[in-house]
Antibody, heavy 115, light 110 residues
Framework: EVQLVESGGGLVQPGGSLRLSCAAS????????MHWVRQATGKGLEWVST???????YYPGSVKGRFTISRENAKNSLYLQMNSLRAGDTAVYYC?????????WGQGTLVTVSS | QSALTQPASVSGSPGQSITISCTGT?????????VSWYQQHPGKAPKLMIY???NRPSGVSIRFSGSKSGNTASLTISGLQAEDEADYYC??????????FGGGTKLTVL
């Protein structure tokens, strides 16, 4: 059974940093692209970043230069390093498996940026 | 990259069919067959319902179907059931090697 479990969320002050993790199981992690998607409370889904199987990375302009996605295939783990956090980054962050789509999702971890 | 355009809400009675549209540009929806649709119930993670415009993952009801014409993709749900009441989101791969979501559509089953 495919499982994705996010962790690392919490309360952080504006300008601070946080590192999210996603533990994957039930599939061959190294053979899949992986994504981060976020959702502010009561709002829609927003794509945050993608890492390919070769380690190639992609970001939208809203987080480029502040967020870094990485993976550790030996540990079946996905990460999101978030720096220079802003109030607008407050959201539930989901990791998702997939290529051009997002076929399995974790349950998410809440990040709150507030003073 | 601007968000894809979806209606904020749609509704239908049990047994009826509804269609949710998702309008983008030639740089996303119109340029690639990489449109997917997600169902999200309150407090839950999204679930993939349609991928590559019109393909259903294993386990998704045949009542769900997808299509595309030009820059607009559509999700059709036939034989509406109470359990279909949820938020629905489309997404597309783009020419910038990024992904863009629609704003979401709230489906109400009357």
């Amino acid at each position: 059974e495919v499982q994705l479990v996010e962790s690392g969320g919490g309360l952080v002050q504006p300008g601070g940093s946080l590192r999210l993790s996603c533990a994957a199981s039930g599939f061959t992690f190294s053979t899949y692209d992986m994504h981060w998607v976020r959702q502010a409370t009561g709002k829609g889904l927003e794509w945050v970043s993608t890492i390919g199987t070769a380690g190639d990375t992609y970001y939208p302009g809203s987080v480029k230069g502040r967020f870094t996605i990485s993976r550790e295939n030996a540990k079946n783990s996905l990460y999101l390093q978030m720096n220079s956090l802003r109030a607008g980054d407050t959201a539930v962050y989901y990791c998702a498996r997939g290529g051009y789509d997002f076929d399995f999702w974790g349950q998410g971890t809440l990040v709150t940026v507030s003073s | 990259q601007s968000a894809l355009t979806q209606p904020a809400s749609v509704s239908g009675s049990p047994g009826q069919s509804i269609t949710i549209s998702c309008t983008g540009t030639s740089s996303d929806v119109g340029g690639y067959n990489y449109v997917s649709w997600y169902q999200q119930h309150p407090g839950k993670a999204p679930k993939l319902m349609i991928y590559d415009v019109s393909n259903r993952p294993s386990g998704v009801s045949i009542r769900f179907s997808g299509s595309k014409s030009g820059n607009t993709a559509s999700l059709t749900i036939s034989g509406l059931q109470a359990e279909d009441e949820a938020d629905y989101y489309c997404t597309s791969y783009t020419s910038s090697s990024t992904w863009v979501f629609g704003g979401g559509t709230k489906l109400t089953v009357l």
